[in-house]
């Protein structure tokens, strides 16, 4: 199936705690269905301390489920569902459901 969401995409979160905050994509996990936004779903890590760095806590992004963000509409930004359709040229491309504008070319 293709994906719906992609490394890149700008983000809204839906539900939890970080509800209606946006962000980046950094890294999609299709097979365990998760995705990991910049800014978003932060956690504190305790890091040992390395040759190349200090120890620590440190806060990173942990994942978050991709039932729990939506795509940014590129028209006013809010949150929009996906679509797929095929051009002219034959390329399959996104498009935001609620504007109809193409998010990918």
Do not use: C
């Not at 962000?23 to 390395?50: C, F, S, W, Y």
């Not at 359709?85 to 193409?102: H, I, N, Q, T, Y």
């Amino acid at each position: 199936m293709a994906a719906k969401i992609r490394k890149g995409d700008k983000v809204i979160v839906t539900t939890g705690r970080d509800k209606g905050r946006t962000g980046e994509v950094i890294e999609v996990q299709p097979d365990r269905g998760r995705a990991l936004v910049r800014g978003i779903n932060m956690v504190k890590r305790h890091q040992k301390q390395t040759a190349q760095s200090e120890g620590g806590i440190i806060s990173r992004e942990a994942s978050i489920h991709l039932s729990n963000i939506a795509i940014a509409d590129p028209k006013d930004g809010k949150a929009t569902r996906v679509g797929f359709k095929v051009l002219e040229d034959g390329r399959k491309v996104r498009f935001a459901k609620r504007s109809g504008d193409l998010i990918d070319g």
